[in-house]
């Protein structure tokens, strides 16, 4: 059996060598049943090296697939350590911050503290002055009484000298005041 290749002619079969002698309306010459099953397997070799590129390059392809999803993988991970360390950041951030305030509430405290100790201080100061102002008033009260009483007491042992000794002043005073 022939066939006809690039036609749409039947084939043909010839007896001895197999081989049509005649060629088809276009051009195209006929060849053997031999002829024709080596270019048939030399085409479906062809077609399964194609086969295996095909599945070569899908197995390359895959492998870049593989690889690039690995580096979409890698930049993820990239992508969570970079927001990891900015959360990280901003909570040491945070952490600074109420460490600053709590700085400034003790300032602040230790500024009310001095000033309590100051308007203490001043206060103390005040009682001071003024418990020193009353004792000083007791004090000139009291030597100012004292001073009182030995007035009284220089009058009345006058007086006493004077009426006990009354005659004895009157001689003793008219010589004095004589001289």
């Known amino acids: 059996m022939t066939y006809t290749l690039?036609?749409?002619?039947?084939?043909?079969?010839?007896?001895?060598?197999?081989?049509?002698?005649?060629?088809?309306?276009?051009?195209?010459?006929s060849i053997t049943q031999h002829d024709y099953d080596l270019q048939k397997q030399h085409k479906e070799g062809q077609m399964r090296s194609l086969d295996l590129q095909i599945m070569d390059n899908n197995l390359l392809a895959k492998s870049w697939d593989v690889a690039?999803?690995?580096?979409?993988?890698?930049?993820?991970?990239?992508?969570?350590?970079?927001?990891?360390?900015?959360?990280?950041?901003?909570d040491?951030?945070?952490?600074?911050?109420?460490?600053?305030?709590?700085?400034?509430?003790?300032?602040?405290?230790?500024?009310?503290?001095?000033?309590?100790?100051?308007q203490d201080k001043l206060m103390f100061e005040q009682a001071s002055s003024v418990q020193e102002r009353e004792m000083m008033t007791v004090q000139g009260n009291t030597r100012h009484l004292q001073i009182e009483e030995s007035k009284l007491n220089l009058t009345q042992l006058q007086a006493g000298l004077k009426s006990r000794y009354a005659a004895d002043f009157e001689v003793l005073d008219g010589i004095f005041i004589e001289s």
Do not use: C, M, W
């Open 6 to 29: 690039g036609s749409s002619l039947q084939p043909k079969f010839s007896s001895a060598r197999q081989r049509l002698s005649t060629v088809s309306v276009d051009g195209t010459e």
């Open 68 to 90: 690039a999803s690995g580096e979409k993988v890698k930049q993820r991970q990239i992508n969570y350590n970079i927001e990891s360390t900015n959360t990280d950041i901003a």
């Open 92 to 118: 040491v951030k945070q952490l600074i911050a109420d460490v600053n305030y709590e700085q400034e509430q003790t300032r602040l405290s230790l500024s009310q503290e001095k000033h309590s100790q100051l």
